[in-house]
T-cell receptor, first 115, second 113 residues
Framework: GDSVTQTEGQVTVSESKSLIINCTYSATSIGYPNLFWYVRYPGEGLQLLLKVITAGQKGSSRGFEATYNKEATSFHLQKASVQESDSAVYYCAPTGTQVVGQLTFGRGTRLQVYA | DMKVTQMPRYLIKRMGENVLLECGQDMSHETMYWYRQDPGLGLQLIYISYDVDSNSEGDIPKGYRVSRKKREHFSLILDSAKTNQTSVYFC????????????FGSGTRLTVL
């Protein structure tokens, strides 16, 4: 099975509502990695949204937050109040230790925010 | 300005033709990557390059080869393209270890007819 599982497909949210995109990873496959969320806005390449390299710590950027939960092997992305400009595809990407330099990406979650 | 540049942005080729996708970065990053992205599959790693002439296969290397003769350039080559290689290809680079950020190009949309 996948070593990274995130909320599949498309998520549609009304502006100003809250959002959570789930991400879990397999510690068996990846170990205890550094954790990243990348975002791809329309017409652009992926760019870093936030990262956390220490278990228990929280990363935040542009109103998004994610906490590295080592026990649950999760790194869920949350935002209290989304905006139309947040419409994009979000990728969870743990950096594994099994292969030097290799990231494993989730399949991506497309967020559509409507006014 | 930190940048990864991919050329071309769009490319249409016929089955059996050779394809060259180029990637450049201006950050002197050692490690570079080629990924492809297909709907519902996320990003799949094709090749990693750790430095000049130091390349390793990723998860889906079949049908592809790479070339890295200068640190700032990393090319992806499809010899005799196939229709199932229609995809969006992303190049990325990173300075060093696993805690470092990946910098991505804007992608090349390749269509093989």
């Amino acid at each position: 099975g996948d070593s990274v599982t995130q909320t599949e497909g498309q998520v549609t949210v009304s502006e100003s509502k809250s959002l959570i995109i789930n991400c879990t990873y397999s510690a068996t496959s990846i170990g205890y990695p550094n954790l990243f969320w990348y975002v791809r806005y329309p017409g652009e390449g992926l760019q870093l949204l936030l990262k956390v390299i220490t278990a228990g710590q929280k990363g935040s950027s542009r109103g998004f937050e994610a906490t590295y939960n080592k026990e649950a092997t999760s790194f869920h992305l949350q935002k209290a109040s989304v905006q139309e400009s947040d419409s994009a595809v979000y990728y969870c990407a743990p950096t594994g230790t099994q292969v030097v330099g290799q990231l494993t990406f989730g399949r991506g979650t497309r967020l559509q925010v409507y006014a | 300005d930190m940048k990864v540049t991919q050329m071309p942005r769009y490319l249409i080729k016929r089955m059996g033709e050779n394809v060259l996708l180029e990637c450049g970065q201006d950050m002197s990053h050692e490690t570079m990557y080629w990924y492809r992205q297909d709907p519902g599959l996320g990003l799949q790693l094709i090749y990693i390059s750790y430095d000049v002439d130091s390349n390793s296969e990723g998860d889906i290397p079949k049908g592809y080869r790479v070339s890295r003769k200068k640190r700032e350039h990393f090319s992806l080559i499809l010899d005799s393209a196939k229709t199932n290689q229609t995809s969006v290809y992303f190049c990325a680079s990173r300075l060093g270890g696993s805690a470092e950020t990946l910098y991505f190009g804007s992608g090349t949309r390749l269509t093989v007819l």
